[in-house]
Nanobody
Framework: QVQLVESGGGLVQAGDSLRLSCVAS????????MGWFRQAPGKEREFVAA????????NYADSVKGRFTISRDNTKKTVYLQMNSLDPEDTAVYYC?????????????????WGQGTQVTVSS
């Protein structure tokens, strides 16, 4: 069993930065792929970024490439999402996900465990 707790969301202005964190419990964090997803009001949840177990492979949605960076610290059982140049279109609830497959970095079946989400609101 894996429990995920996100933090770091908030209200910012366009162009600002935020760093989201997701702390995991459980013994398998270092072998899990991790990802970030988001869901805006009235829209379906969408993929944002993913990272494999070692941090050596990452994948990003086209909408965030060059602005967002996913990283992980296995010693702290934490995955991060650094978000720069935020835009009002980035407003959403951001969810952390853990996948028991070590090297998957995306796909519609990604995510065996999910966090509760953290709200990110970007004002114009």
């Amino acid at each position: 069993q894996v429990q995920l707790v996100e933090s770091g969301g908030g209200l910012v202005q366009a162009g600002d930065s935020l760093r989201l964190s997701c702390v995991a419990s459980g013994r398998t964090f270092s072998t899990n792929a991790m990802g970030w997803f988001r869901q805006a009001p009235g829209k379906e949840r969408e993929f944002v970024a993913a990272i494999n177990w070692s941090g050596g492979r990452t994948n990003y949605a086209d909408s965030v490439k060059g602005r967002f960076t996913i990283s992980r610290d296995n010693t702290k059982k934490t995955v991060y999402l650094q978000m720069n140049s935020l835009d009002p279109e980035d407003t959403a609830v951001y969810y952390c996900a853990a996948d028991l497959r070590s090297n998957v970095i995306g796909g519609i079946s990604f995510g065996d465990y999910w966090g509760q989400g953290t709200q990110v609101t970007v004002s114009s």
